[in-house]
């Protein structure tokens, strides 16, 4: 999400404690009665006055310390901290953030409001660039989204040249999803535009706030954070699409969807399709309410109902009752992770590995036009998505997460769905993981293994090796977990009988798997891993797959936008997927219009295996460790924060993380008029590229 009035700041590099002293009229603010009480009750706002209301509340000390204090506690188990401080080649100069540096910043830091301090301590972390270890606070992230009617796309010409664009297909987008404040807009168009918001639809964009529209853009991923690659956080300012599990979704990219009320308007100056001079106008951003939200009167009902812990923000002792009285669907977790709902027995028995943003997932329609009109093939079910293209050999699958209320329902819908299309005749693949944010790590395995069927890059392992940290906390629950037996359930993650060693061989239920720790000195730093851990997902998890390949992999290609992982997006165990299929099997990989002149990665965060506070709260509480100095206390505040737990080894370079190991797209597909977010479009260019 991008703030335009952070654009010369961030290109300038000053940091936000030297930018917050232009925070917008906060002596105004305070001296307001209750810039809340304002907006109760209103869906819409101007975004200033949701600011407003933001900026009046003070930081409360007590509540600063703790959630600094999780947050340090919490990275303990981060497995990239140390990594993170300077990324190698070829990531060298996107990844580069010490972190415990500067939460100490932070610490001493004073700040105008608590929502001051919130931004600052988010977009710290969002400079490691990993949509994995993010902190959200939903007391204000997605509280007010902004929104424009426009959103942008980059466009290829017929000459190759490459313009910003107002989507095509902008005003059927904003009308469907914005009726109510479509007329605001229309009236905010002047004179011959007035009324007239659908003569936007494909104008070519001149200038965003008097700038070259790329200042935007690159301002934007330098603070969007999620993705190693500077072109996927560029491609995350355009809009895209994704299979969700109830239909076809619309992602209005970071011009046009801000997940804090940061700007009031947008100067932009275009060219409309078929006019010859240039227009400019101001057009405001307007914010609404989460539909999640609990009402609220003034400040102090604000704050009561939606800023401090809930049910699930912290862990539970797995044996105690309470601790399965929470529904996953229910806990602060499942609100930020780009999956959707999974069932408590999933929850529970199935790991996962899955991209977090501030943003909810998206339920914008895609337009119907740009939906595929072709018949899903039998096996389609909810995020998996299935088509014969019309030439009566390529198959489509539309994967849209590695997530489904069923882990069993979504792993028979892979197969089932895949041999109906080879049934019909298909002998060639487009696998489209556009903005798949992850899921399950054993869905993204089991895919990989029945495309390519059993060898050795498939049977036992089609992922990746991986290791977790071993830091001191870490040490002292496996010990605890194997020495008094605290998880007869195994239901714990440090549970040694969890995991198999290098040699695919089950840990005892007594063995101390940490011990002895691998130290290493990662940018000058020591650190110190637990041994290498190997496959995890075969047998138990995968059934029975077809003993021999469904698809050649010369017949097979990936195409995403390398983001959330959004231009498309492919993150997580997506990620996971498409870096086994491209390095171990050599399948070509596409990217959906990405900057010519910016080098495009096929997927974005790569982990191994993601998870939160509130699961490792749960490890600790169940080791009966919490008084533990090392232990971090419960969450104060309705927060939520992420890490990697598990690091996957490289492929190409087995001893070193595949995390900052290069990616590149065979092809940055270029986007038109006449295909731009319509996904047969895509898919059969790309069958004509790759398969004639």
């Known amino acids: 999400m991008i703030s335009f009035s952070w654009i010369v700041l961030a290109v300038s590099g000053l940091s936000l404690s030297a930018a917050s002293s232009f925070s917008d009229d906060a002596s105004l603010v305070s001296r307001a009665p209750d810039p809340c009480a304002a907006i109760a009750g209103q869906k819409w706002v101007a975004p200033k006055d949701a600011r407003a209301c933001f900026k009046s509340i003070q930081v409360d000390q007590t509540l600063k310390t703790n959630i600094l204090d999780v947050v340090n506690k919490t990275l303990a188990f981060h497995t990239s901290v140390n990594y993170q401080i300077q990324a190698p080649a070829p990531f060298n100069n996107d990844v580069h953030e010490d972190l415990l540096k500067d939460l100490a910043r932070i610490k001493s830091q004073r700040y105008a409001s608590d929502y001051d301090l919130h931004i600052d301590l988010s977009r710290t972390l969002k400079r490691l660039n990993d949509g994995h270890c993010v902190w959200i606070n939903r007391c204000f992230d997605s ?25 095509p297909e902008a005003f059927d987008v904003a009308t469907a999803e914005f009726p109510d404040q479509i007329d605001v807009w229309q ?159 999933d929850a529970r028995k199935h790991m996962v590995n899955v991209f977090m943003d501030a943003a909810p997932l998206s339920n914008v329609v895609l337009p119907p036009g740009l939906q595929p009109a072709l018949p899903a093939v039998n096996g389609s079910r909810t995020v998996a998505q299935f088509y014969m293209l019309k030439d009566g050999k390529t198959g489509a699958l539309a994967l849209g997460s590695f ?44 895919l990989h293994r029945i495309i390519i069927g059993p060898k050795d890059t498939t049977v036992p392992q089609a992922g990746l090796d991986t290791k977790t940290r071993a830091g001191p906390l870490a040490q002292l629950i496996v010990k605890q977990i194997t020495e008094q037996n605290l998880d007869p359930q195994g239901q714990l993650v440090f549970n040694p009988i969890q995991w198999r060693n290098a040699s695919n061989v089950f840990f005892a239920a007594g063995q101390d798997w940490l011990q002895p720790p691998v130290e290493l000195t990662i940018n000058g730093r020591s650190d110190a891993f637990s041994q290498r851990i190997g496959q995890e997902c075969q047998p138990e998890s995968f059934g029975i797959p077809p003993d021999t390949a469904l698809f050649a992999p010369d017949k097979v290609v990936i195409v995403s936008n390398g983001r959330r992982v959004v231009s498309l997006k492919c993150a997580s165990s997506c990620s996971l997927f498409s ?114």
Not at 256 to 275: E, F, H, M, W, Y
Not at 421 to 444: E, P, R, Y
Not at 617 to 645: C, M, R, S, Y
Request: hydrophobic letters at 40%; charged letters at 15%; one cysteine or more.
């Open 579 to 692: 870096i086994t299929m491209a390095k171990e099997e050599g399948v070509k990989t596409v990217v959906l219009g990405g900057k010519k002149d910016t080098k495009q990665e096929y997927c974005g965060t790569v982990g191994g295996q993601s998870t939160d506070f509130s699961t490792m709260d749960t490890e600790i509480k169940t080791a009966q460790l919490k008084d533990n100095a090392l232990a971090p206390p419960d969450l104060l505040v309705n927060g939520v924060q992420g890490i990697t737990w598990r690091l996957g080894f490289g492929i190409q370079n087995k001893e070193e993380p595949e995390e900052w190991q290069d990616h590149p797209a065979d092809l940055n597909l270029p986007l038109t008029l006449s295909n731009v977010n319509n996904p047969v479009a895509i898919w059969e260019d790309l069958a004509s590229r790759f398969f004639s």
């Open 187 to 345: 009236n905010a168009l002047p004179f011959g535009l007035k009324g007239n918001l659908k003569a936007l639809n494909g104008a070519k964009v001149l200038l965003i706030n008097g700038r070259p529209p790329f200042d935007a853009v690159n301002a934007n991923a330098l603070i969007t954070g999620s993705f190693q690659s500077f072109g996927t956080r560029q491609n995350s300012f355009f809009s895209s699409y994704n299979r969700a599990a109830t239909g076809w979704n619309y992602i209005m990219g970071n011009f046009a969807q801000q997940s804090l009320p940061l700007d009031d308007n947008v100067l932009l100056t275009i060219v409309r399709s078929g006019k010859i001079l240039p227009e400019t106008f101001v057009l405001p951003y307007r914010s609404r309410i989460s539909a999640t939200a609990v009402p609220f009167t003034d400040k102090a009902s604000f704050l009561a109902g939606n800023c401090k812990a809930v049910a699930g923000t912290n862990g539970a002792d797995v044996n105690a009752a309470s601790a399965l009285s929470i529904d996953p669907a229910e806990r602060p977790l499942a609100k930020v992770q780009q999956q959707p709902p999974i069932s408590a027995q």
């Open 143 to 167: 509280f007010y989204t902004n929104f424009l009617p426009i959103p942008l796309v980059l466009l290829t010409e017929k000459d190759g040249s490459q313009n910003v664009h107002i989507a």
């Open 403 to 446: 997530s489904d209320n069923s882990f069993t329902g979504l792993q028979n819908s892979l197969l089932n769905g895949l041999l109906s299309l080879k049934s019909q005749g298909a002998t060639q693949l487009v696998v489209d993981v556009s903005n798949n944010g992850g899921g399950f790590i054993c869905i993204a395995h089991w």
